[in-house]
């Protein structure tokens, strides 16, 4: 059973830092793909950035792209996203998700993720 924990969120200051970690059990970082996610109330989910190490692609949204950085480490089957420069906009659930065999893009959606995490808050106050 794949199960992902995510851990990191909070409550920061605009222009502070925050890493996110999504621990996976039940896969393996060489052949899944893990994708991280953010909702906002009242907004549809959005994808921030996504790693495959089997394909070794990355993708990072514009919205955040300079200011978040997607990382794996597979000894600790662990995905972390660095997020600097935070800003009140970043505000949202984030999720990650994982998903089997899946080369990381701009094309891709949330529906293409076949196991998600719980979620963690990140609130940015200006």
């Known amino acids: 059973e794949v199960r992902l924990v995510e851990s990191g969120g909070g409550l920061v200051q605009a222009g502070g830092s925050l890493r996110l970690s999504c621990a996976a059990s039940?896969?393996?970082?060489?052949?899944?793909?893990i994708g991280w996610f953010r909702q906002a109330p009242g907004k549809e989910y959005e994808g921030v950035s996504c790693?495959?190490?089997?394909?070794?692609?990355?993708y990072v949204a514009d919205s955040v792209k300079g200011r978040f950085t997607i990382s794996s480490d597979n000894a600790k089957n662990t995905v972390y996203l660095q997020m600097n420069s935070l800003k009140p906009e970043d505000t949202a659930v984030y999720y990650c998700?994982?998903?089997?065999?899946?080369?990381?893009?701009?094309?891709?959606?949330?529906?293409?993720?076949?196991?998600w995490g719980q979620g963690t808050q990140v609130t940015v106050s200006s």
């Open positions: 790693i495959s190490n089997k394909y070794s692609s990355t």
């Open positions: 998700a994982a998903v089997w065999d899946y080369y990381c893009s701009a094309y891709g959606s949330p529906d293409h993720f076949t196991s």
């Open positions: 039940g896969l393996t970082l060489d052949n899944f793909a």
